[in-house]
């Protein structure tokens, strides 16, 4: 069984690699730890929303709370928080991947090519501006994108 990690594991690890570990974990990842903050214990997306109002210029909490609201289909909510995150530059390339994920789910196809395009111009050489790269081409050839586990 999948044990829930401390802070410090979690710095240690990176929230994206946790993260990722706990989706891709198979029959033995905890459930409630994909939608929950590990810093503390049994707490949701509710939570966390009431720890960033408490700590707004946390970018990393923020960025937690954006990439739950994103898993946990709340993406009018989601859009906000990235956004806020992009007006802070704090890792611009990867929040207009997840905005423009979000506004092609939402069938706003020129708003997701926009933010996938800034993808590119912000880290070119990045895993995330491939990522970026391959959408966009696959919609502008009018094919249709599988963003549910991405």
């Known amino acids: 069984m999948v044990k829930k990690r401390r802070d410090s594991d979690l710095s240690r690890l990176g929230k994206r690699s946790w993260v990722k570990e706990q989706l891709e974990g198979g029959p033995e990842r905890d459930d409630s730890v994909v939608t929950g903050y590990s810093g503390v214990p049994s707490t949701g997306i509710e939570e966390l929303k009431r720890m960033v109002t408490q700590n707004p210029d946390n970018v990393?909490?923020?960025?937690?709370?954006?990439?739950?609201?994103?898993?946990?289909?709340?993406?009018?909510?989601?859009?906000?928080?990235?956004?806020?995150?992009?007006?802070?530059?704090?890792?611009?390339?990867?929040?207009?991947?997840?905005?423009?994920?979000?506004?092609?789910?939402?069938?706003?196809?020129?708003?997701?090519?926009v933010h996938w395009d800034k993808v590119r111009e912000c880290a070119p050489a990045s895993v995330e501006a491939a990522k970026a790269r391959e959408r966009a081409a696959t919609v502008r050839q009018g094919l249709s994108l599988n963003l549910d586990d991405k």
Do not use: C, T, W
């Open 60 to 113: 990393d909490m923020k960025d937690m709370l954006a990439f739950m609201l994103y898993s946990n289909n709340r993406l009018d909510e989601a859009i906000e928080v990235f956004k806020d995150l992009v007006d802070r530059n704090h890792n611009p390339g990867n929040q207009h991947l997840y905005l423009g994920n979000i506004y092609y789910r939402k069938g706003l196809i020129q708003m997701a090519l």
